[in-house]
């Protein structure tokens, strides 16, 4: 089983250009998340989807859109990239929506 | 924000030596989970305490959790050279309208020293 996969691993963007960052997971969990991780800031929480057709913002959903596709794919985009974006993005997901999170193994998004 | 709180930053250690981290949040929890992220790698579990447990092992691993503290630790006992990584306590809290969110602390860097 691959688990989680996120792609791409490694992007850089142009201030002011959009780009979709693609997660889909392949052990029929219902609930997946897009984190963000930046020098000594630990991980935080951009958007989740708690299950199909749902989502929900979380603690800096500012300057992303998100879509759950289907049970298998939450995506994460980026309309106007702006600098203060440059990090490292990780996808998750957990079978409901109080069991452990796999995590893939993150994309690494610079912006100039 | 109801991100937790590791302590310590970082921790260097010999090999064989034991190793704890201490993780505080700020809110009412479901459980508290900790993950461990090597370098340049995404996380992964290592083990989950629910709200109504206290302590909880797994190899060398072992948790505890104080809820009327909000407080949890995690020991690693007679570490190796391979545990060298980070740390992340994360908190599983209801956001409302049976919504869960994953909150993480900002992580213990661990060295172990062969």
């Known amino acids: 089983n691959a688990g989680v996969t996120q792609t791409p691993k490694f992007q850089v963007l142009k201030t002011g250009q959009s780009m979709t960052l693609q997660c889909a997971q392949d052990m029929n969990h219902n609930s997946m998340y897009w984190y963000r991780q930046d020098p000594g800031m630990g991980l935080r929480l951009i958007y989740y989807?708690?299950?199909?057709?749902?989502?929900d913002k979380g603690e800096v959903p500012n300057g992303y859109n998100v879509s759950r596709l289907n049970k298998r794919e939450f995506s994460l985009r980026l309309e106007s990239a702006a600098p203060s974006q440059t990090s490292v993005y990780f996808c998750?997901?957990?079978?409901?929506?109080?069991?452990?999170?796999?995590f893939g193994q993150g994309t690494r998004l610079t912006v100039v | 924000s109801q991100q937790g709180e590791e302590d310590p930053q970082a921790l260097s250690i010999q090999e064989g030596e034991n190793a704890t981290m201490n993780c505080s949040y700020k809110?009412?929890?479901?459980?508290l989970q900790w993950y461990r992220q090597n370098s340049g790698r995404g996380l992964v579990h290592l083990i989950l305490i629910r709200s109504n447990e206290r302590e909880k092992h797994s190899g060398r691993l072992r948790v505890t959790l104080d809820t009327s503290k909000k407080s949890s630790s995690l020991l690693i006992t007679a570490s190796r050279a391979a545990d060298t990584a980070s740390y992340f306590c994360a908190t599983l809290w209801d956001s409302g309208a049976g919504s869960y969110q994953l909150t993480f602390g900002k992580g213990t860097k661990l060295s172990v020293i062969p």
């Open positions: 809110t009412s929890i479901n459980n």
């Open positions: 998750a997901s957990t079978l409901t929506g109080v069991s452990e999170a796999f």
């Open positions: 989807s708690a299950s199909e057709g749902t989502t």
